[in-house]
């Protein structure tokens, strides 16, 4: 198994690139077929998400506008279980179709604050798209609408992901094995 080091850390693949890529085309597909019709507007939430919208977005057929939120939860390899406001919407999404595009889902506080956040501002339909989730980590149900793969309640940096900072460009996804 293929090893990274990141920082003070060690770490060995878990999901390789060709299945993450098989997945990304699969859940891009779904949206393809789900909002025909629609001009939706897609929200990466950065920073962990950008390599994954990047991927998603070329495989996007239908006309959309993509706008970028920040929202900030991690410290180290935990949640810190407060959620701070980094970079705010600057898209009008009034009576629009919304897809959220994260990275990881696992305990789910940041996507149902986002989602409590992006309701208020009255748009068609939110929809949230997920490269991860963790379901024995969801302290809070939200409505995942897309995903493309379930993982256990590992740490795991690569492919956007990172241990503080570092670690997202990797085309590969590693778990951590070793303190």
């Not at 969801?138 to 590992?154: C, G, M, R, S």
Request: include cysteine; aromatic fraction near 6%.
């Amino acid at each position: 198994m293929e090893k990274l080091q990141v920082l003070d850390k060690t770490f060995a693949v878990s999901i390789p690139a060709a299945q993450i890529q098989k997945e990304v085309s699969r859940v891009a597909a779904e949206i393809n077929r789900d909002m025909q019709g629609k001009e939706p507007v897609f929200l990466p939430v950065l920073n962990g998400s950008f390599i994954f919208a990047a991927d998603l977005l070329r495989q996007i057929s239908l006309p959309c506008e993509v706008s970028f939120i920040k929202l900030a939860s991690y410290q180290g390899t935990q949640t810190s279980g407060t959620i701070r406001e980094v970079i705010g919407l600057n898209t009008d999404i009034t009576g629009r179709h919304v897809v959220i595009v994260e990275d990881i889902i696992d305990s789910g506080l940041t996507m149902a604050h986002m989602i409590e956040t992006l309701e208020k501002q009255n748009p068609a339909s939110i929809s949230v798209c997920s490269l991860l989730v963790k379901p024995s980590a969801l302290k809070v149900q939200v409505p995942i609408h897309y995903h493309a793969l379930d993982i256990p309640n590992d740490f795991i940096v690569g492919y956007g992901l990172d241990y503080n900072g570092f670690g997202r460009n990797t085309k590969d996804i590693y778990t951590l094995v070793e303190s």
